[in-house]
């Protein structure tokens, strides 16, 4: 496996605007010094999985019933069962490669082809296969890693119930130890305890692991609750039946997803060996006693949870990549439609020429580089704690910060590319027209699978929430699982200072403010030192006030449930802040580490576009707070109508950059 | 037919605060107060509607093949045909009972229950139906519009080309008239001319209205193009085949609308009698000499265009239904679901109590009840306009005024409407999270449905343009038509006060900037004057601005297509202010002519909400243009959660006010 078409020469490209002579070999070298810097590390993979998937016949076919999409998604996963794609998220002592990162990004590039065919992939691999990675000890590795990789076992993850999707930690289901059969008992306690939208479960899936509160009574005590755990519950028997006790359901046709088999679990009273509790980080003896080394019973939930957070890095990448394509199909059609007459021309004019095109467009593209560079850095982080040695970290305090850190930065990314895609592709269905909304242009049906990409795996409401509670309580221990007024009470008690420490900044970053002004009114705004700190002071401003409002909920009468809500608005505006300080400084670490100077230039311009449209989406904000001046303000609406028009040439390149295998950018329409 | 359950007293409903006494009574009593208001002048078909269409069995079934989805709504639409809904859009004379106004509010209703069978009524009834009706003589009204009323008779509407569909002045579509056989010869020049999106073509239709470009030669005159004209062809003989030349293509899966048959029509050669020209303002004698009461080329195809307005008022109009329905479905939802433990409670917390949740929903509830108002008031211009007896308007000039107002208003309101519902529709399903993804609780289907309207009936994006080119043309006879060029040179030379000329207000409206100061910073930001005003300055600031930038196009050196093409986001910006400056004007009318005090009181405090929301929206606008000073402009976000907390008590009056009959509203969730 060689990456040699994108390397990139010590000998950097020629800047474009420095050569006239053949601008269609510098264009390809220009667009291969792109995709090879927006790869990233796993840019082998990513080849890899180019030259594998460049087949038209991956894309979902619109003409299939539900069942037959299911079907062919089940033997496209069955194919890429062959491809080693699998293996690399399982460490090699279980019977993987040990490659996370890998793992992550193959999963995302399946997003080229069909989400339903990822949500497969995610469900078997990322999910099911996590959680017995991840939670599970040798006796579950030994067991099931190996059949699951080579898909001999199919799994589904049985966590969400049609009562309690955010609040995980309130699950109905329970896990009661019988000491006398040496079982556990699982049972749905209440209709709303059935696990619902559980892909794999409707049909394909034989195992669960499912989430239910285990309960159990050591010798001589009374039964009691400790907590949501994770077991290995079978639902399907060899002739593929439903095991006793357990009712399945079907989800039934959804707003996309085709392919995926969504269905519901109930459990009556099903019984399942003390064995099967997945026992990494909690056991119960054959005596009924529990243990587990985190004495603290939120704590070990949220480490529980914390070890699943591939799913949502997936999630995160996966949209990305499907707002990518998206973006380089309307891209094709905008530049070759055309509609009303040129002046003095017979022709009319090329739809991507008006300004209002670009403006819908070129500011995507430039978020999804921004936000590409971000996840990017966020599956490096996670490859690095997942495949760091016990023994190296035994005693390092700061693992467990990083792995704080890196939940939220999943969490908060999460949230700001899923709602981009979903948008990002809504805007070039309609950039399209009719034609967007037919299927054979694949952009309606991306439009149906990619909006649940907000929902599962976390609501993106509730993450962005998650991202800003973080911040402020600084990523204290113990303060999860607190109910919301416990929380405001806890940050309310906190010194202002514990929040301000968190905005040291990486080395490329720190740099670039050392080189330039304080004061960002007076500096160009086409600074990057300049950008930064507008991006900075308006974290550091919503944070502080947020902390302030928050505090109000000590006061003697205060209800602290209203002051929490009344400040959700300003909560919500703090993790958005965040997020998109977070993702800027990534892009600008990305452009550090382009060898090509061509391609750095041509992402500087991308970077501005990106900051401008940004300040632009929350003008009020900086122009109420006084962080911008009305001048500035005015220069920023300009500045992205120039930067479009700057970028407006580039736009071929951009997209290529993205690089979509071409078999799956088919589409029946033409300009 | 009667409408007592809605009526309202003579001694209104007392207001809710005022009583403690019976509290269920008085809400259902201003539900109805809410709904006899909102309902507007043809609240007697909605009514009837209502009654006739409680059904379950109406909604769209997800479970149908598309073929199963196509014969299902076929089957509907001829339940419907007996429902006496389609005769009201049909002049008496011509076979009809004369009603539109009644005709459109009927297929708005259909929104309620199935977007496709709305979509395939308004092709039957008002496309195809209202070219015979509006562009047709008496020997098309004699033999076509009996049989279409009654669905004797299917046909479909063929303008919008694979190569054009917002420039309808250059469709390929040649008509040439023969005067040897007297006949026209209908041909598709290009393979772009073919006709694509056209609903019923694909399989129920047997005849077409197609536009074309009318090319005759006079005697001993050489051929001439004399623009695009509509004409009678038929597509398929008595064995439902295809006829001769005529290549019928079917459009396939698409984002939605799964019920419509779409279709491609081309035609090879395809001979027509003369007769099936619509020559209502355009003939052809025998012997090729052309003619019509209409000189200029320009104003007769948008004469011509012009009567088809209904099509684009009922799609507004079953949009803005569409998004009330999925409204209504929403805050059910969040009235009975719960997550995360309430304070010092065992039980969760309704999210709808969630400043957050509120925020997502009650401003778009606050938009619905605006845009229905300025939809009923569309809807009823139109009425007036269409069946103004010609013996009544003739020599009346300010009738073609009304027509070019009516035509505008109607292009903002459906691009207005149609984006708010997209927007909402989306915005809800999310509120629901997994189970709004699920189909069987419709807004997943909803969601697929509703897309295309931004861009059927007119790209939203080019109707913007067009109400804001209107505005700055004040409305100027012969400048449709021209390009880009030759309007941004007619803005030039106009003078400014022409433009402002047009801001005259409504007798009610003007009243009320009477009776207030004149400078809005000074005033409460609750007193309504002070909210038109900030609606109308900010108007009339753009109008200048806008005009100022396009004078100088004028300039020697000037690149005009540059010049307007830099103005474009400008532009598309009057478009919206203005819309929404309209639009707040409605709903102040609507509540006047309410009569309920206690209904008055609260859409008064759901038009403050509409206001505060928009303020908000485009607060960057204000501020940067000193139209709010900053510290007003925290108070419109603090307003908007105030208002939010105001109405949570009231969100499930204010849905049910909406009046979507109940089986409309089934869905399988829970909360």
Redesign the interface.
């Known amino acids: 496996m060689s990456v040699t078409d994108a390397a990139v020469p010590e000998e950097v490209t020629p800047d474009l605007s420095e050569t006239g002579a053949d601008d269609t070999v510098d264009r390809e070298l220009l667009v291969d010094n792109l995709r090879y810097t927006l790869d990233g590390r796993w840019r082998e993979t990513r080849q890899y999985a180019r030259r594998n998937m460049d087949r038209v016949d991956l894309l979902p076919d619109?003409?299939l019933?539900?069942q037959e999409s299911r079907d062919r998604t089940f033997e496209h996963i069955r194919e890429l069962g062959k491809l080693d794609f699998a293996a690399a998220g399982f460490r090699t002592e279980h019977g993987g490669t040990g490659d996370v990162g890998a793992s992550i990004t193959a999963i995302e590039m399946l997003g080229y082809a069909d989400l339903s065919l990822m949500v497969k992939a995610g469900v078997q691999w990322g999910l099911f296969g996590g959680a017995i990675e991840n939670l599970g000890t040798q006796r579950h590795h030994d067991k099931y890693v190996k059949p699951l990789i080579d898909l001999d076992l199919l799994g589904c993850f049985a966590m969400?119930e049609k009562g309690?999707?955010?609040?995980v930690q309130?699950l109905e289901t329970v896990a009661t130890y019988d000491r006398e059969t040496d079982e556990f008992v699982v049972h749905s306690t209440t209709p709303s305890a059935t696990k619902?939208?559980i892909g794999g479960a409707a049909q394909h899936a034989t195992l669960a692991t499912v989430f239910a509160q285990l309960v159990t009574a050591g010798p001589g005590q009374e039964p009691e609750d400790h907590g949501v755990h994770c077991f290995v519950v079978p639902i399907r028997d060899d002739n593929h039946e439903p095991m006793p006790g357990v009712t399945i359901g079907d989800?039934?046709?959804?707003?996309?997803l085709a392919g995926v088999d969504n269905g519901r679990l109930s459990f009556d009273h099903v019984r399942i060996p003390r064995e099967n509790l997945l026992n990494k980080y909690a056991d119960v003896d054959d005596d009924g006693s529990y243990h587990s080394p985190i004495d603290n019973p939120n704590r070990r939930f949220f480490t529980m949870l914390g070890t699943l957070i591939r799913g949502r890095v997936s999630v995160a990448a996966t949209a990305g990549a499907a707002g990518r394509k998206a973006l380089a199909i309307a891209t094709h059609y905008g530049l070759e439609r055309r509609?009303?007459?040129?002046?003095?021309s017979d022709s009319?004019?090329v739809i991507m020429?008006?300004?209002?095109h670009q403006?819908?467009l070129l500011p995507l593209i430039a978020k999804s580089y921004a936000l590409a560079f971000a996840q990017n850095e966020v599956v490096e982080e996670l490859h690095e704690v997942q495949t760091a040695k016990p023994e190296d970290t035994e005693g390092d305090d700061s693992m467990a910060g990083r792995q704080r850190e890196l939940e939220s930065a999943a969490a908060g990314l999460k949230a700001m590319t899923t709602w981009h895609a979903?948008h990002a592709i809504?805007v070039c269905?309609?950039a399209c027209?009719?034609n967007?909304?037919?299927?054979?242009n694949q952009?309606?049906?991306m439009?149906?699978d990619i909006?649940?990409f907000?929902?599962?795996e976390g609501?993106?409401?509730v993450l962005t929430?998650l991202v800003a509670k973080e911040l402020l309580s600084a990523y204290a221990e113990d303060v999860r699982g607190l109910?919301?007024?416990g929380w405001a009470r806890f940050i309310a008690d906190m010194a202002r200072d514990v929040i301000l420490e968190k905005s040291a900044a990486r080395q490329v970053v720190q740099t670039l403010l050392d080189s330039s002004g304080e004061d960002p009114e007076e500096s160009e705004l086409s600074n990057r030192a300049t950008q930064v700190r507008l991006f900075r002071n308006r974290e550091d401003h919503l944070l502080r006030t947020c902390a302030n409002r928050l505090r109000r909920a000590t006061a003697e009468d205060a209800d602290?449930?209203a002051v929490f809500?009344?400040a959700?608005?300003h909560l919500?505006k703090v993790g958005h802040a965040h997020m998109e300080r977070v993702v800027l400084e990534a892009f600008i670490e990305g452009i550090e580490n382009c060898d090509s100077k061509a391609a750095a230039d041509l992402l500087g311009t991308v970077c501005d576009l990106f900051v401008y449209s940004a300040l632009?989406d929350d003008?009020?904000w900086f122009?109420?707070h006084?962080h911008v001046s009305?001048e500035r303000?005015?220069a920023i609406?300009r500045g992205v109508?120039e930067l479009c028009k700057e970028l407006r040439p580039h736009a071929q390149t951009l997209v290529d950059a993205f690089g979509v295998p071409e078999a799956l950018l088919t589409v029946a329409m033409e300009g």
Request: cysteine-free; aromatic content about 8%.
């Open positions: 619109p003409t019933t539900m969400t309690h999707g955010s609040n309130a619902d939208y989800d039934g046709p959804k707003g996309g509609q009303f007459e040129a002046p003095d009319e004019i020429d008006y300004l209002a403006r819908k979903s809504n269905r309609e027209g009719g967007g909304y037919l299927d054979e952009l309606s049906i439009r149906g909006d649940v907000t929902t599962f609501d993106n409401t929430q109910n919301t007024v602290a449930f809500n009344n959700q608005d919500l632009e003008l009020d122009l109420m006084r009305v303000a005015k609406r109508n």
